[in-house]
């Protein structure tokens, strides 16, 4: 034993009844809404919501009977209360009645994140005005509306977290994808006023800016560059889609659940108005 191990008689014991300090990344009483969650990057940050003990609204298309096997299963898994809402997300009216439907089925509303999103690509003088205003409205001007409603609720309780999911697409432009640059580098700007303006209210706002991460709508988009560019699938990976990303891998959900996990939590308390860019190291040059 060394001398320091010994017991000092001077020194008081220690007090073993001190209460133990919460984990600051448990999520349990808490209420999120996920748009475009029931696939890809949103059912990422379902389940790892409801992982933290968080009760979710999930929303998304797809197979209805899948969406309530999934559904039933992450309710099951986890052991918290997740509900599901079929708001089109380019209908105003209809997220922010999704967001009343979380309030009212959950009690509350805590987190918000604005995940739903589409692509198309297309030289600008062939793009086509229906994939335009579809584009823009489900990426951009649903998190307004989403956003518009969820305030209030956050106001009244005190606290808040909105994580809007860009893109590297919201701070740096590629060609054949002027809808949906414009559409998250509107989402950046979006994130950085309700920072702003929310900032004495214990709410934030910030964006998490994706590389291209393996989902079904990358999956489309290199079907879709292929058919651009006039060549394979395979060429496509390697000097289109991943030719910025200098990891030459796609960004994980994991990878973006790890920031999300970080973003709601109280550690993200002073995170606020901020872009957070996971893409390998894309935007860095």
Known sequence: MFPWQKNDPKQPAPDDTRPVRRDPQDLSGQVAVISGSTSGIGLA??????????????????????????????????????????????????????VAFAKHQLGRLDILV???????????????????E????????????????????????????IVNVASAHGLVASPF???????????????????????R??????????????????????????RTHGISKERVLDE???????????????ELAGIYLYLVSDLGASANGACFSIDGGWTAE
């Open 240 to 254: 289109v889609i991943l030719k910025k990303q200098p990891t030459k891998r796609f960004v994980t959900t994991d």
């Open 201 to 226: 209210d214990n709410i934030t706002c910030n964006a998490i800016c994706p590389g291209f991460v393996e989902t079904p709508i990358v999956e489309k988009q290199i079907a879709d560059q292929a």
């Open 45 to 98: 940050l379902a389940k790892a919501t409801a992982a933290r003990g968080a009760d979710v609204v999930m929303n998304g298309l797809g197979d209805p009977a899948e969406i309530e096997r999934v559904r039933a299963g992450l309710e099951a898994s986890c052991g918290v209360r997740v509900r599901y809402h079929g708001a089109d997300m380019r209908n105003g009216d209809e997220v922010a009645d999704l």
């Open 114 to 132: 604005n995940n739903a999103g589409v692509q198309h690509v297309e030289a600008i003088e062939k793009f086509p005005t229906d994939q335009w």
């Open 177 to 199: 994808k002027s809808a949906y640059v414009a559409a998250k580098h509107g989402v950046v700007g979006l994130t950085k006023t309700v920072a702003l303006e929310l900032a």
């Open 134 to 161: 579809r584009i823009i409205a489900i990426n951009l001007s649903s998190a307004f509306y989403a956003i518009r409603a969820a305030v209030p609720i956050m106001k009244a309780q005190g606290r808040g977290r």
